[in-house]
């Protein structure tokens, strides 16, 4: 069974670009997640997508946004890209509910914003 | 709301000694607790977790917790620690009593010293 997958694994762009991050859960999973990692910061909860439907978000600007499609993959966008977004984007599928189950995560997107 | 503290960003520990790494919850409803560990450019993966039932968890690669309630915390124990055991390790927290987020903590790296 493939794992949670990421791509692309790494990303370089400049301030003010954009940039879209793709995640695609293990099959069966309907819940994906996305977390935001810097060192010191540990993961932040960026939102959750159960269904196509954004369940829960987190304490970011309205420059994060995401969606799911039909087939439970999922995708993040970072418009107007900052210094301060440089991170580690990692996403995250279960089954149905993360809030109890194991969350399976994928190795992430490394994105250097200069 | 909840959150996680893991007061210790780096623990050094010589090899087959004893390990424990702390993690301090705050919610206001009852909790769910988890471990995940992240090895160098990896994504995490789960080492146990706590719903429900006996207070003590064991965990995959010879790890346990205690979640102890009256001190809202769940920390991490080893008896005995591998080279293979440097990691980063997360402290997560999710509450009962409908959909919750999953908040993590900032991280604890382990260091083991040969």
């Known amino acids: 069974k493939a794992g949670v997958t990421q791509t692309p694994r790494y990303l370089i762009k400049t301030r003010g670009q954009q940039v879209t991050l793709s995640c695609s859960p293990i099959s069966g999973h309907r819940s994906v997640s996305w977390y935001q990692q810097t060192p010191g910061q540990g993961l932040q909860f960026l939102f959750e997508y159960f269904s196509e439907t954004q369940r829960n978000k987190g304490n970011f600007p309205g420059r994060f946004s995401g969606r799911q499609f039909s087939n439970s993959r999922s995708e993040m966008n970072v418009s107007t890209l900052e210094l301060g977004d440089s991170a580690l984007y990692l996403c995250a599928s279960s089954l149905v509910e993360p809030t109890n189950e194991k969350l399976f995560f994928g190795s992430g997107t490394q994105l250097s914003v200069l | 709301a909840q959150s996680v503290t893991q007061l210790d960003s780096q623990v050094p520990v010589f090899e087959e000694a004893p390990v424990e790494l702390r993690c301090n919850y705050s919610s206001s409803v009852s909790v769910y607790l988890f471990w995940y560990v992240q090895y160098p450019n990896q994504g995490l993966q789960l080492l146990l977790k706590y719903l429900s039932g006996s207070t003590l968890v064991k965990g995959i690669n010879g790890f346990e917790a205690e979640f102890n309630k009256s001190q809202t915390s769940f920390h991490l124990r080893k008896p005995s620690v591998h080279i293979s055991d440097t990691a980063e390790y997360f402290c997560?927290?999710?509450?009962?009593?409908?959909?919750?987020?999953?908040?993590f903590g900032t991280g604890t790296k382990l260091q083991v010293i040969p």
């Open positions: 997560a927290v999710s509450s009962s009593g409908g959909y919750q987020k999953v908040t």
